[in-house]
């Protein structure tokens, strides 16, 4: 794959700059080594030893035209050099012209504090959870439509095992529990090492009616449930379904902002909304 000019100096300032940021004493060198003129971070020779490549690779990299590197060295170079999500997606865009999975099996347990706003939504339902679909923060809309006023502290075990879900939850079995069990079936699986995931699924298969269910369904290919339609029984509104919007932060990878509109009435007289597309109108 051959970069354009504009690309490849995307590419070149993207990783010069985050060479740049990296002090050899915090990775164990001592002073910096390597051929070439002085600059600030690590030297080339150095990326390549501490990524366990051959003498030259990082080299090929920044200047070479043609770009399609290895996954596996993408994700080594760019957890050396600390890339963010972002830079991570930048740097995977910009090589292989692919989305990548997360770098880091942390992304999406913190969200920037701006996300506070999610608090003053009014008119539906609103909530943000990370990547383990922990309560971040939600609305006030939210709350009211639990017992007592008061979220779960994870949407995903209050949908998977809580007792409470069949009174909120409707048709849980077939509306709710295979989309439930294939998301976290999903969330486990890309996220091995991620205690609060393991903790769910653990609940999960030890509860008699959730583990056959959960043990039968197979892996979510879509990780959010963006656009379906629920059946719920609101505390105040009565029976209802709700449509579902999911959103995620770009700078938190695997977080997710979900919005819930209530729609009174039984569930078999609502349609699905349609497609939402801006006006096709020229520009200029």
């Known amino acids: 794959m051959t970069l354009s000019t504009q690309d490849a100096a995307a590419l070149r300032t993207l990783l010069e700059s985050r060479r740049a940021a990296i002090a050899p004493e915090s990775v164990g060198y001592t002073e910096r080594s390597g051929a070439g003129r002085p600059v600030n971070g690590l030297s080339q020779e150095q990326i390549d030893t501490l990524t366990h490549r051959a003498r030259g690779t990082y080299g090929r990299l920044i200047n070479g035209p043609e770009h399609r590197p290895n996954p596996t060295y993408?994700?080594?170079l760019a957890r050396l050099l600390r890339m963010t999500e972002q830079e991570w997606t930048t740097l995977y865009w910009l090589t292989r012209r692919e989305v990548p999975a997360p770098l880091h099996n942390t992304s999406g347990m913190e969200v920037p504090g701006a996300w506070k706003a999610v608090e003053l939504i009014h008119g539906v339902m609103a909530y943000l959870v990370d990547s383990a679909w922990?309560?971040?923060?939600?609305?006030?809309?939210?709350?009211?439509?639990?017992?007592?006023g008061e979220a779960p502290q994870n949407a995903l075990?209050?949908?998977?095992?809580?007792?409470?879900?069949?009174?909120?939850l409707l048709d849980w079995e077939r509306s709710w529990a295979p989309f439930v069990f294939g998301q976290l079936r999903r969330a486990t699986q890309e996220r091995p090492d991620n205690k609060d995931l393991a903790r769910i699924e653990e609940c999960v298969l030890r509860d008699p009616v959730a583990g056959p269910l959960y043990e039968a369904t197979p892996f979510l290919a879509m990780p959010f449930p963006d656009g379906a339609q629920r059946p719920l029984w609101h505390p105040r509104l009565g029976e209802g379904i709700v449509n579902v919007c999911a959103a995620e932060p770009v700078t938190s990878v695997g977080s997710r902002l979900i919005l819930l509109s209530f729609q009174s009435g039984p569930p078999g007289e609502h349609r699905r909304n349609a497609d939402l597309s801006a006006a096709h109108n020229s520009i200029g």
Do not use: H
């Open 157 to 168: 075990m209050f949908m998977a095992v809580s007792p409470e879900r069949r009174s909120v």
């Open 74 to 76: 993408l994700g080594d």
């Open 134 to 148: 922990n309560l971040i923060t939600c609305n006030q809309e939210y709350k009211e439509l639990f017992p007592g």
